[in-house]
């Protein structure tokens, strides 16, 4: 009966090492794919950023040119453009 209890309980152990093995296995195998998916979304965070600065770069530039053509089609502008034209050609 004895060495039945021993047997069993050896066997109950190698169970219980097996199923933590097997835990421990899926545990790591789930923090590397874990660690993956993080590494990837990091990526197509930063690509993400650096088009979205592009973008603001385009905008900015697209601003300032609007800001410039606005500038010289006020008619203030102009007249003053065209007084300082005359004004050289009466000079020489």
């Known amino acids: 009966m004895r060495v039945l209890y021993l047997c069993t309980q050896t066997l109950i152990v190698?169970?219980?090492?097996?199923?933590?093995?097997?835990?421990?296995?899926?545990?790591?195998?789930?923090?590397i794919v874990l660690s993956i998916v993080i590494l990837?979304?990091?990526?197509?965070?930063?690509?993400?950023?650096?088009?979205?600065?592009?973008?603001a770069n385009n905008v900015h530039q697209?601003?300032?040119?609007?800001a410039a053509t606005t500038e010289w089609?006020?008619?203030?502008?102009?007249?003053s453009v065209i007084g300082s034209l005359f004004q050289s050609f009466k000079k020489k």
């Open 62 to 66: 697209v601003s300032k040119n609007i």
């Open 14 to 31: 190698r169970k219980d090492r097996m199923d933590i093995t097997t835990a421990i296995s899926l545990l790591t195998v789930n923090v």
């Open 73 to 79: 089609l006020s008619p203030t502008k102009v007249f």
């Open 40 to 55: 990837a979304l990091l990526i197509i965070i930063i690509i993400l950023l650096v088009k979205l600065s592009k973008i």
